[in-house]
Nanobody, 119 residues
């Protein structure tokens, strides 16, 4: 059974930093995409960043480019999202996802972790 477990969310002041972690179990994602999404209240879930587990080649949404960094640790089977210069508009539930299909569907999702940025 594949599980993705996020951690690292919390409350931070604007301008601060947080690092989210997503520990995967049940399989490895070599050759697959892993990514981070976020969903603010009343809004759709949006892709924040994604990366190919083996090849890298990260992608970032324009809203986070230059502030967020996605990375992975093969030994720990964990993907990270380093978030710097946080803004109140970054407040959302952040979800880890893995296994992007050819139809654009993500096969596996974490339970989400809340990030709140105060002004």
């Amino acid at each position: 059974q594949v599980q993705l477990v996020e951690s690292g969310g919390g409350l931070v002041q604007a301008g601060g930093s947080l690092t989210l972690s997503c520990a995967a179990s049940g399989r490895t994602f070599s050759g697959d995409y892993v990514g981070w999404f976020r969903q603010a209240p009343g809004k759709e879930r949006d892709l924040v960043a994604r990366i190919l587990w083996t090849a890298g080649n990260p992608y970032y949404a324009d809203s986070v480019k230059g502030r967020f960094t996605i990375s992975r640790d093969n030994a720990k089977n964990t993907v990270y999202l380093q978030m710097n210069s946080l803004k109140p508009e970054d407040t959302a539930v952040y979800y880890c996802a893995a296994g992007l299909s050819g139809l654009g569907q993500w096969r596996y999702w974490g339970q989400g972790t809340q990030v709140t940025v105060s002004s």
